[in-house]
């Protein structure tokens, strides 16, 4: 890890969230929209051992399709300024290790497909596709995406509340894959 620059810090920062909400329901919605942004400031005189800035913001969106059935989209970045490696981005689609694959910034979108089947069970299926970049280049580089596509069940456990079970299998690239158990649905 020190041949690369990938040791541990000490963090101390300061920043600001604005967040919009107005899905119908948090834990399993069905309609509605978030944003959520921030920053964060990280500064050696606030006691920690780097000073570099970290910025993110998340977009979110439920529609209804079909019957009962809902797509969620995300479109989600992380930009870094001034951040050593143990502080870059990485792609965060299911089917990758988180922490694998770094680079200053990153961005993707994911779509997320829920179809309500009997009872309280569903099928669930969803792709994406994430980029890992450095400052003053793009994702038209193939070498900097990272796609990902995978399907699974779902189970509502208590439909009031919203509260839901996923197991699901997701595939990226080369030999990135993973079988997920999770509660929740995703874009949380």
Same mark, same amino acid.
């Given at each position: 890890?020190?041949?690369?620059?990938?040791?541990?810090?000490?963090?101390?920062?300061?920043?600001?969230?604005? @967040?919009?909400?107005? #899905?119908?329901?948090?834990?399993? $919605? /069905?309609?509605?929209?978030?944003? !959520?942004?921030?920053?964060?400031?990280? #500064?050696?005189?606030?006691?920690?051992?780097? =000073? !570099?800035?970290?910025?993110?913001?998340?977009?979110? /969106?439920?529609?209804?399709?079909?019957? #009962?059935?809902?797509?969620?989209?995300?479109?989600?970045?992380?930009?870094?300024?001034?951040?050593?490696?143990?502080?870059?981005?990485?792609?965060?689609?299911? %089917?990758?290790?988180?922490?694998?694959?770094?680079? @200053?910034? *990153?961005?993707?979108?994911?779509?997320?497909?829920?179809?309500?089947?009997?009872?309280?069970?569903?099928?669930?299926?969803?792709?994406?596709?994430?980029?890992? *970049?450095?400052?003053?280049?793009?994702?038209?580089?193939?070498?900097?995406?990272? $796609? =990902?596509? %995978?399907?699974?069940? =779902?189970?509502?456990?208590?439909?009031?509340?919203?509260?839901?079970?996923?197991?699901? *299998?997701?595939?990226? @690239?080369?030999?990135?894959?993973?079988?997920?158990?999770?509660?929740?649905? $995703? !874009?949380?």
């Amino acid at each position: 890890a020190n041949q690369v620059g990938l040791t541990g810090f000490d963090s101390t920062g300061i920043g600001l969230t604005l @967040e919009f909400d107005n #899905r119908d329901n948090i834990r399993n $919605p /069905t309609q509605g929209n978030r944003f !959520f942004a921030n920053n964060i400031a990280y #500064r050696e005189g606030l006691g920690g051992d780097e =000073s !570099f800035d970290v910025y993110r913001a998340d977009y979110t /969106t439920y529609i209804p399709v079909l019957q #009962r059935s809902v797509l969620g989209i995300q479109v989600k970045g992380r930009w870094t300024d001034d951040a050593p490696p143990a502080g870059f981005s990485s792609v965060e689609l299911r %089917g990758y290790t988180f922490g694998n694959y770094l680079d @200053e910034h *990153y961005s993707h979108i994911d779509f997320d497909l829920r179809v309500p089947l009997r009872k309280n069970w569903g099928v669930v299926a969803f792709t994406g596709i994430g980029c890992l *970049y450095k400052a003053g280049s793009d994702c038209s580089d193939g070498n900097n995406l990272y $796609p =990902s596509v %995978g399907a699974g069940v =779902s189970y509502v456990l208590k439909p009031k509340a919203g509260i839901v079970v996923r197991a699901e *299998y997701a595939k990226g @690239e080369a030999d990135n894959g993973a079988f997920y158990l999770r509660m929740g649905n $995703p !874009f949380r």
